[in-house]
Structures are given as C-alpha cells and as structure tokens.
C-alpha cells in the first residue's frame, strides 16, 4: 500500500508534471501527498551553479545576490504551483495522519542543501515522484541519483506529458538480477493495481530461464502477469526497451536502478539513460 508521496517542488515549469503525477498515483489509494521544497543558501547553490568558482570580487557579490534573488523566486513559485494544484483538484491540505476517502496534501519547507533534507524526508514516504533538474536550481546535479541510492525508497520520474492513467498496463524491463527483483517488490501496490503487466526480457543468445518463473510469481499474488521475450539484434537496449513500451501501450516502466558507485558507475548511465531519455511513459526505479 502507498499511503504517503513525497513530491519535490522546485518552483520551475517540470513541477506541474510532477504533481499531477503524483496526483495519478495518489487517487488509486487515496494517498497523501507531501510538497517539500528546500531553500538552498545562496553560497551553497553558488558551489553547485557552473563556472562558479572563477568569479572573483564584485562578480562574486553578484552572483550571490543572484542565488539568493532565485531561490527567493523558486520558493515563491514552489508554493504558488502547490496553491494552485489543490485549489484546481480540491485537494484538503492537512498533515494529520487519519483514514480519508480522498487525496490529501500539505506544504513543506526547509533550509538546507545537498540531498540530505531530501534523503532524510524520503525515508518516511513510500513512494518519491521527482523529475531530473531541467536547470540549475542551486542543489547537487547528481540529486536523483544520490535520492536512489541513499534513501532506500522507489523514486518515479514522470514523462514529458501528464499520464492519463497509470493502472491499465504495466511493463517490467527484467534481468535475472537482484536489482529488478527489488524493483517489483517495491512496485507491488501498483503491480496490483494494473489490469495487464508484461514482463519484459532482452535476449541475445541464451534466453532467460526464469521470466515465465516471475510471471507465475506475479499470478499468484493476483497479477495478470505474461512475459516475452524481444531479441536486441545489436540494437540499444534502453532504446529497445522504450520502444517495445511502445508498442505493448505501457502506462509505466518498472526498472531496476544499477550502480557500484558514483565513481564507478552512474545509475543513470547506459539502459537506464537511455530508457528514461527515449521513453513516452513514466519510469518507476528502484535501487
């Protein structure tokens, strides 16, 4: 069950495709949703904006003031988005926990900076849903990345467009590996939710011995659950990958996040780049 969302507000243009994401996963358990907005000192968002480090002097007064005008801006608008949303959906904006009938919301802000006020948050939702920075917003470029490692919770990244529905059908990018493992246990309450789940297994050589095993698994938890198998013929997984999304007409992707470290591997390097980079839907990863 998904009973609390935390969802990220940055006060730029990605956050009305984050809400109303988040909207979609909320409405089908009546979840609460969690707006939580960072004000990021100006020298610390200065380390994190490029080229920072060679002014000097009056340039570096400057763009102080800069940083601390746009995380004035950001936070402003941050709420502002958040007003606007529950006014248009009606939302009740409380945070007393209880059972409702409806979708709930409330506005949280916080000094800080880097991703631990993030991390920290995350570990008390169920479910993130946050969109990749589209612009520098004075926190760490790599935050997703280091929210899906460190905080031990499933993060959803919305697509460019809003989801009309997130339950019809549901896509599982499978490899015989902890990670996807992991990632369709996180996604259960929604695996449950969905009228149709393919599981999907890229194929060269050897085909996998256990996608019709996670399938069965799947069953007996009460999924319709099926698997196929697609060959990648030298082809791009993370491209393969979105484009059989396509064709099966997926409402969501469930991937499984990899990663050594951030020195040694990004997560958001190779399949998973490229999935999140080509794919019309939104993509739920877990670590």
């Excluded at 499978?174 to 297994?201: F, G, H, Q, S, Y």
Aim: with cysteine; aromatic share 8%.
């Amino acid at each position: 069950m998904i009973q609390t969302i935390l969802v990220p507000a940055g006060g730029s243009d990605t956050d009305f495709v984050v809400f109303e994401t988040a909207l979609a996963v909320a409405l089908l358990f009546r979840a609460h949703l969690e707006f939580f907005h960072v004000r990021v000192d100006a020298a610390e968002a200065l380390i994190c904006s490029p080229h920072a480090t060679f002014a000097r002097g009056q340039g570096l007064r400057n763009a102080l003031d800069y940083q601390k005008q746009e995380s004035q801006a950001r936070s402003q608008a941050g709420k502002q988005h958040f007003q606007d949303f529950c006014r248009r959906h009606g939302l009740k904006v409380t945070d007393t926990p209880g059972w409702s009938l409806s979708v709930s919301a409330n506005w949280r802000e916080e000094p800080g900076h880097e991703e631990k006020p993030f991390v920290t948050q995350a570990r008390a939702h169920d479910l993130v849903v946050m969109a990749r920075a589209s612009r520098p917003n004075g926190l760490p470029p790599d935050l997703l990345q280091q929210l899906l490692f460190g905080s031990g919770r499933p993060i959803l990244i919305p697509a460019a467009e809003t989801p009309a529905d997130l339950s019809r059908t549901i896509m599982i990018c499978w490899k015989d590996a902890a990670e996807p493992t992991r990632a369709i246990t996180a996604a259960m309450p929604l695996l449950v939710k969905a009228k149709r789940v393919i599981i999907t297994n890229v194929e060269d050589d050897r085909p996998s011995a256990n996608t019709a095993a996670v399938a069965h698994y799947l069953r007996w938890h009460g999924i319709r659950a099926e698997a196929q198998a697609v060959k990648a013929a030298g082809r791009p997984i993370g491209t393969l990958l979105s484009s059989v999304a396509k064709d099966c007409a997926a409402d969501l992707l469930v991937m499984g996040a990899y990663g050594r470290s951030p020195f040694q591997e990004s997560v958001f390097g190779g399949c998973t780049q490229s999935v999140l980079q080509h794919a019309d839907v939104p993509v739920f990863l877990f670590h």
